[in-house]
């Protein structure tokens, strides 16, 4: 068997932060403005005032992402360093790139993706129906008589015992007895 799939860890979803805000300058209905440039300890830093060195960020999938959690987390990887880590220039007037904010990487839960792989799942490897055998499982013998099956069909209720077209005797239930017409047909092997 396959490993046990886990529900919630199928509903993680890990994406770029770009597929879920748009960044740009001059951008009018935005929810934060970044700092673009400036010292290395001031750039990238979230605020709530457009300026000119500053990109607009607008949240696009509000269902997934709040714009007041987005701002804390840019926030918390400002404080961190996380931008001035990532700042190009040489002297103290450094600039980030716009890669840098929309490639930080998210985590949410989509349970409709959870369900689009299960489904996915169970039409690629479908369960497996119990495979029939052609003779069912022996079961104890009864009374100390041993339980004799029929040659057409499996039944256990093979009383009868005819000789086939290979001239052996084979025991055969009554039911295909008659289903087969066999005129010679004994209730006991001589």
């Not at 714009?67 to 926030?75: F, I």
């Not at 055969?172 to 008659?178: D, L, P, R």
């Given at each position: 068997?396959?490993?046990?799939?886990n529900?919630w860890?199928?509903?993680?979803?890990?994406?770029?932060?770009?597929?879920?805000?748009?960044?740009?300058?001059?951008?009018?209905?935005?929810?934060?403005?970044?700092?673009?440039?400036?010292?290395?300890?001031?750039?990238?830093?979230?605020?709530?005032t457009?300026?000119?060195?500053?990109?607009?960020v607008?949240?696009?999938?509000?269902?997934v992402?709040?714009?007041?959690?987005?701002?804390?987390?840019?926030?918390?990887?400002?404080?961190?360093?996380?931008?001035?880590?990532?700042?190009?220039?040489?002297t103290?007037?450094?600039?980030?790139?716009m890669?840098?904010?929309?490639?930080?990487?998210?985590?949410?839960?989509d349970?409709?993706?959870?369900?689009?792989?299960?489904?996915?799942?169970?039409?690629?490897?479908?369960?497996?129906?119990?495979?029939r055998?052609?003779?069912?499982?022996?079961?104890?013998?009864v009374?100390?008589?041993?339980?004799?099956?029929?040659?057409?069909?499996?039944?256990?209720?093979?009383?009868?015992?005819?000789?086939?077209?290979?001239?052996?005797?084979?025991?055969?239930?009554?039911?295909?007895?008659?289903?087969?017409g066999?005129?010679?047909a004994s209730?006991?092997?001589?």
């Amino acid at each position: 068997m396959g490993r046990r799939r886990n529900l919630w860890s199928d509903m993680i979803v890990t994406v770029p932060l770009g597929q879920l805000i748009t960044v740009r300058a001059n951008l009018r209905d935005a929810d934060m403005w970044i700092e673009r440039r400036g010292t290395p300890g001031k750039v990238g830093m979230p605020t709530r005032t457009p300026g000119p060195h500053r990109w607009g960020v607008r949240v696009d999938r509000r269902d997934v992402l709040d714009p007041a959690y987005l701002y804390l987390l840019l926030e918390h990887l400002w404080r961190k360093g996380h931008f001035a880590h990532l700042a190009h220039g040489s002297t103290r007037l450094v600039n980030i790139l716009m890669r840098d904010v929309t490639g930080i990487r998210v985590q949410y839960r989509d349970p409709m993706r959870a369900f689009a792989m299960d489904w996915r799942a169970y039409v690629k490897n479908p369960p497996r129906r119990p495979r029939r055998t052609r003779h069912a499982p022996q079961r104890p013998p009864v009374h100390g008589r041993p339980e004799i099956s029929c040659s057409s069909c499996s039944r256990r209720t093979a009383t009868i015992w005819i000789v086939n077209r290979l001239g052996r005797l084979v025991p055969v239930c009554a039911t295909c007895v008659e289903r087969l017409g066999q005129p010679s047909a004994s209730p006991r092997p001589a």
